[in-house]
């Protein structure tokens, strides 16, 4: 398969990195600067320790914490799911089933993080994803081990084990990027220190196949 447009990292699972559409960009900050008064709080839902998390769309079950809404057109949600169609074909995912569940919005600012968590939809199956908005000019210094950064940095936890098994990802983090990853991907974002804001999407993307029916081994 052409491996032009996008990257892999494997830990035990895939991870598939892509570059999002300057236009796609464009029109997810415009819709969450320009609409920001009316977008619904998603903290409720979310493990993050971050004051503004917002819905730009649900599509699960009704309840008290969040209800149905959508704010991005057509050609936005379909940029999503061609992607997400496209992560489960490279790794040879056949005879599923896709339901888009929900994407919301982080803004960080100093201090705020996300700890180590996992994501699920309506069911437990499925694909996560971070997207790359906004960052600020510098993450503030780092006290100790200047060396390996980790101020505001996004870490991704494999399940693969050995010697010489990459067993985390933490990448080096530009706007425009897309990475895509299971459900049971456990991940985290570091806290920074100092002026400006992080600002990201994850969108989540049920999916429902037979793993053992439905899992090429070609």
Same mark, same amino acid.
């Given at each position: 398969?052409?491996?032009?447009?996008?990257?892999?990292?494997?830990?035990?699972?895939?991870?598939?990195?892509?570059?999002?559409?300057?236009?796609?960009?464009?029109?997810?900050?415009?819709?969450?600067?320009?609409?920001?008064?009316?977008?619904?709080? &998603?903290?409720?839902?979310?493990?993050?320790?971050?004051?503004?998390?917002?819905?730009?769309?649900?599509?699960?079950?009704?309840? =008290?914490? $969040?209800?149905?809404?959508?704010?991005?057109?057509?050609?936005?949600?379909?940029?999503?799911?061609?992607?997400?169609?496209?992560?489960?074909?490279?790794?040879?995912?056949?005879?599923?089933?896709?339901?888009?569940?929900?994407?919301?919005?982080?803004? $960080?600012?100093?201090?705020?993080?996300?700890?180590?968590?996992?994501?699920?939809?309506?069911?437990?199956?499925?694909?996560?994803?971070?997207?790359?908005?906004?960052?600020?000019?510098?993450?503030?210094?780092?006290?100790? &081990?200047?060396?390996? =950064?980790?101020?505001?940095?996004?870490?991704?936890?494999?399940? *693969?084990?050995?010697?010489? &098994?990459?067993?985390?990802?933490?990448?080096?983090?530009?706007?425009?990027?897309?990475?895509?990853?299971?459900?049971?991907?456990?991940?985290?974002?570091? =806290?920074?220190?100092?002026?400006?804001?992080?600002?990201?999407? *994850?969108?989540? $993307?049920?999916?429902?196949?037979?793993?053992?029916?439905?899992?090429?081994?070609?």
């Amino acid at each position: 398969m052409d491996t032009s447009d996008f990257s892999f990292i494997f830990l035990g699972q895939s991870v598939l990195k892509y570059q999002v559409p300057l236009d796609v960009f464009n029109t997810i900050n415009h819709i969450y600067e320009t609409k920001y008064p009316e977008l619904k709080p &998603a903290n409720k839902q979310l493990v993050g320790k971050i004051e503004k998390e917002h819905s730009l769309f649900f599509n699960g079950d009704d309840s =008290p914490k $969040m209800t149905r809404h959508n704010h991005l057109p057509d050609n936005v949600l379909g940029w999503f799911e061609s992607k997400f169609k496209h992560y489960l074909d490279w790794n040879k995912i056949t005879g599923y089933n896709l339901h888009f569940n929900s994407i919301w919005v982080n803004t $960080m600012f100093e201090h705020e993080y996300n700890p180590v968590h996992v994501h699920q939809g309506t069911l437990f199956t499925g694909l996560s994803s971070v997207m790359i908005l906004k960052l600020p000019e510098s993450y503030g210094v780092e006290y100790s &081990a200047a060396d390996a =950064p980790q101020n505001g940095r996004l870490q991704i936890l494999g399940s *693969a084990n050995g010697h010489f &098994a990459n067993v985390d990802y933490q990448p080096d983090i530009k706007e425009r990027d897309f990475y895509i990853f299971p459900y049971d991907m456990r991940h985290c974002v570091y =806290p920074f220190n100092g002026p400006g804001f992080r600002r990201t999407l *994850a969108a989540n $993307m049920d999916v429902r196949y037979d793993p053992i029916r439905n899992r090429g081994v070609s």
